[in-house]
């Protein structure tokens, strides 16, 4: 019976080790997936801004605010070489129309093609060369709040707003030989990651341009965020464009983020990734292959000195909150 008994005690035993040891194992694996699993570049809560706009991820660098409260007003006026913010030399604004720091924490921008560059200071659009210190953009999370007041399209239907990264028109030291020289101004060389959401239908997507007016790939995503209708008017909402290279700097990986309601609760509508098989079809017979540095499926993993904010048939569009921030590469 004494025997019987000492077996039943040692099977309890060994059954309860067995069981704390599977537990302690079972923990130590869901600990150890939650860090490993999600595969992104922030292991912390995402953190407020400036602005108190949450940032998705961390800064790891560099970083800019935009500068547009509790000041006088000032207008910009647009043009090749653009207009810089007296106050703000990072800020500057291209295209046919122009833009106008309000004073109050926005910006408004009017005419066909306005652009707002977050730039270096030292890099020159006219020129489109940089210095040999300029600083450049390269994983960066660009968030920005729109409010459009009225548009006036009236034929075209891909006009709309849009955040550019990694946009690159320029020469320098700092840059890959990419077939430019400081006169080829007008020969539309430039290129960039882009995110866009169209006036009509609301369209939004990611696309990249390998030359500016003659190569860019078919746009991802193509959603309406809103649900269904036009872009609305006279309502903020935000957008997010994250631009962030990984494998080794070889890949890059964009998300798009949309907060609806322009209450600072942001939800990822587009994830893609280009790993060199995202090609740019071409455009009226227009192609850049005689730029052996530029085939149609070029990977963007350089920084350039310029982001940037199109309004295209703006009347006007107004911005507030926007920033370019640095962070980190992905694995």
């Known amino acids: 019976m004494i ?7 040692l099977i309890t035993v060994v059954g ?3 069981v704390v040891g599977l537990t302690i ?3 130590m694996y869901a600990n150890t997936n939650s860090l490993v699993a999600p595969k992104t570049n922030s292991l912390v809560a995402p953190k407020a801004g400036k602005f108190g706009i949450t940032e998705i991820y961390p800064s790891a660098g560099r970083e800019w605010y935009a500068n547009w409260d509790n000041r006088s007003p000032v207008e910009l006026p ?3 070489g653009g207009s810089r913010d007296p106050q703000d030399p990072e800020t500057l604004v291209t295209g046919i129309g122009r833009g106008t720091v309000m004073g109050d924490g926005r910006f408004k921008l009017e005419g066909d093609a306005s652009r707002l560059h977050i730039i270096d200071k030292d ?8 210095g040999n210190s300029v600083s450049l953009w390269k994983n960066t999370e660009v968030t920005a709040y729109f409010f459009v007041e009225h548009q006036n399209q009236t034929i075209d239907e891909d006009k709309g707003i849009g955040i550019e990264a990694r946009l690159g028109d320029y020469v320098g030291n700092y840059l890959p030989d990419m077939c430019q020289t400081p006169e080829s101004e007008g020969d539309a060389l430039g290129y960039s990651y882009n995110t866009f959401m169209r006036y009509n239908g609301s369209r939004t997507g990611v696309q990249k341009e390998i030359k500016d007016e003659g190569m860019y790939t078919d746009g991802v995503g193509d959603i309406n965020p809103f649900g269904s209708g036009d872009m609305p008017l006279h309502k903020w909402f935000g957008l997010k464009l994250v631009t962030v290279n990984y494998n080794d700097d070889k890949n890059v990986k964009l998300e798009v983020w949309f907060d609806e309601e322009g209450n600072n609760h942001w939800r990822k509508i587009i994830e893609f990734r280009d790993d060199g098989h995202w090609r740019a079809g071409d455009q009226d017979g227009e192609n850049a292959n005689n730029c052996l540095q530029r085939p149609d499926n070029m990977v963007i993993t350089w920084g350039t000195p310029d982001v940037r904010i199109r309004a295209d048939f703006a009347d006007p569009v107004y911005l507030k909150n926007v920033s370019v921030r640095e962070i980190r590469q992905l694995t």
Not at 3 to 9: D, E, M, Q, W
Not at 123 to 130: G, H, I, Q, Y
């Open 3 to 9: 025997l019987k008994n000492k077996t039943v005690i």
């Open 16 to 18: 309860l080790a067995i």
């Open 25 to 27: 194992i079972l923990v």
């Open 78 to 80: 647009g043009g090749g």
């Open 123 to 130: 890099a020159s659009r006219e020129l489109k060369t940089v």
